[in-house]
Every structure is written in C-alpha cells, then in structure tokens.
T-cell receptor
C-alpha cells in the first residue's frame, strides 16, 4: 500500500473552511484515496473517498490532483465538533488499510 | 441496525491472563478486521478476515488469535496478556465498496 504524508497538526477558525492536505506520491493507478476522522478516542469515522475525480458529500469535499500524487480534504464550514484527528489512506480495495498518524485538526472558537 | 458492536468497553487484566474481545456486525459484510491503537499513534492492523472460515495476519499479529465461524462475529483472543498489549482495540467491518465501519473500541489495561 502507498504511504501517505500529512502535517501533524492544523488550526482552523470556526466557520472557516478547513483544508487538510495529504501527499501520496507513490500511489498506484488502482488505489483509492480514503479519508477518516477520529474524534477523541472513538472509532474512526468514514468521511469520503475518491479515485480520480473530485468528490463531494454532505460532510466534505475531496480534491485530487490530476497526477493523483496529492489530495486535499475540505470541510467547508468547520465547527468545534470537527476537532479530530484526520487520516488519509490510500488503498486498492484490498481492505488492508495502513493508518498513519494523521493530522490533528483543532477548530478554534 | 447496530453496525459494529464491541464488548467489553473496558478490561483490566493481569500479566499472563487470557481473554476474548468480542466483535459483531449486522451489515452482512464479508471483510472484518482488528486494529490496536497505542497512545498518540495511528491504528495498526492485527488480524483480518475475508469471510467465514478465512483469517490472515496483519502488521502486528503476535500474541493474538482470531477465528471466524460466522459472518457476524469476529472475536480476538489474547492468549497470555502482556503489559505491551495495553492499548485500545478497534474492530472494523468493511463494505463491498471498501468503506470501513468501526466499533466503539475496547480499552485494555494489562498490569
């Protein structure tokens, strides 16, 4: 599985967009990009995933660069409840997810 | 639809004791997995199963056993607990589309 690189921490003002970057320069053509988040010590929660095209759902948007070597998760209007650790994972659907240490996002009031 | 359930929520063991962490899912997913998460770290895969009767090792399988007799249940057994196994354990069930659904976790302390 491809490795991912994420900044260890980020701050975002409440109500502003949170843009969380992820580098996956060794991604293979059949690997999807998944994003999960973990609030406090709860089980990780699925946010969104994509292969090539940008994706949007009720929680977030995922922007994948044309060369697929990096992506950005966008929380359009961050709230205090979005404070969490965000994990970027690339996986070809083999279900053997490799979690890194993620980005700790702190939303500030 | 309860999703993924785990029991117990908390457990304290003495070194050398054995125990089983229970995991069940009601989504009829074939793929299930167990992770451990140490403080400040990401999740590490212990064991996984691609269906009833089929299991395989993940990154950190030593000291743990699993079995999968039904689609719904995937218990994790600690054979002889060690302090190094103090951790939070998460069970996950994966949909055919690749989305993982996690349980609430079991917090284990080995003294």
């Amino acid at each position: 599985d491809a490795k991912t690189t994420q900044p260890p921490s980020m701050d975002c003002a409440e109500g502003r967009a949170a843009n969380l970057p992820c580098n996956h320069s060794t991604i293979s053509g059949n690997e999807y990009v998944y994003w999960y988040r973990q609030i406090h010590s709860q089980g990780p929660q699925y946010i969104i995933h994509g292969l090539k095209n940008n994706e949007t759902n009720e929680m977030a948007s995922l922007i994948i660069t044309e060369d697929r070597k990096s992506s950005t998760l966008i929380l359009p209007h961050a709230t205090l409840r979005d404070t969490a650790v965000y994990y970027c994972i690339v996986n070809p659907g083999t279900y053997k997810y490799i979690f890194g240490t993620g980005t700790r996002l702190k939303v500030l009031a | 639809n309860a999703g993924v359930t785990q029991t117990p929520k908390f457990q304290v063991l003495k070194t050398g004791q054995s125990m089983t962490l229970q995991c069940a899912q009601d989504m009829n997913h074939e793929y299930m997995s167990w992770y451990r998460q140490d403080p400040g770290m990401g999740l590490r895969l212990i064991h996984y199963s691609v269906g009833a009767g089929i299991t395989d090792q993940g990154e950190v399988p030593n000291g743990y056993n699993v079995s999968r007799s039904t689609t719904e249940d995937f218990p994790l057994r600690l054979l002889s607990a060690a302090p190094s196994q103090t951790s939070v354990y998460f069970c996950a069930s994966t949909s055919p589309g690749g989305t993982q659904y996690f349980g609430p976790g079991t917090r284990l302390l080995v003294l």
